[in-house]
């Protein structure tokens, strides 16, 4: 049985951030992630968990300037201090929720430029090593372009060939199904080859990004296969619920365990 976690930037959003982790918990989840968690003090993320008695999964590193439209600065040349500084800062918010892998955002940027790929390599490997010092993993997630244009990591085997060169062992690809198929389809046979470098899992439906199993994909079968494969991570639910997020939440029925 797959380990759902509520992706609580996108689920639950019918209330504030903070109030979102009990209504995650009342509905039967008892994983979260979201993307960051910058704008709250570390304890009082920790404080909301604990209180809900919920594991977190994962949650991503600084960004940059979200609201300016940055989308991470780990493939940006110049950026560097910045970059190592908001690692620390990721750490200190791992701390204190306990979470066991973070998401290193590359930022927009075109994909074959040399600097980019230099300094992309370079913050993967200063964040790595202080991530394993932790004993946290890192995750590198290939983004579609249609949703995120100009992203520099927009490609699965080269996120892959990316994470067999640094041959650090806690890299890993943060397999977001719904990018998998927009970008390339294959999921299935693609997911068994990739399996050992995968270090969590995201799912939607394709194209709309809702609940799983209401689009062009058969999200059981995924599920089965992860299951089938030994995927013993987290399945992160990233998805826009297509109405009230309770009201949308018969697919997960099956898959409580409590
Ligand atoms: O957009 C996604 O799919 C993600 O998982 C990221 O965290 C980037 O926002
Ligand atoms: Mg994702």
Redesign the pocket.
Known sequence: MPRFAANLTMMFNERPFLDRFAAAADAGFTAVEF?FPYDHAPDVVAAKLRAAGLTQALF?MPPGDWAAGE?GIAALPGREAEFDAGVDTALTYAEATGVKRL?M?AGLVPADDPAANAAYRRAASVAAEKLAAKGLDLLL?P?NGR??PGYFLNDFDKAAEIIAGLKLPNVKL?Y?V??RQIIHGDVLVSLEAMLPIVGHV?IASVPKRNEPNTGELNDSAIFAALDRLGYDGFVGC?YRPAGVTEDGLGWLQPHLTR
């Open positions: 993307l991503n989308r998401h955002m997630e983004i949703d995120m943060q977001d719904y990018h995201q990233e």
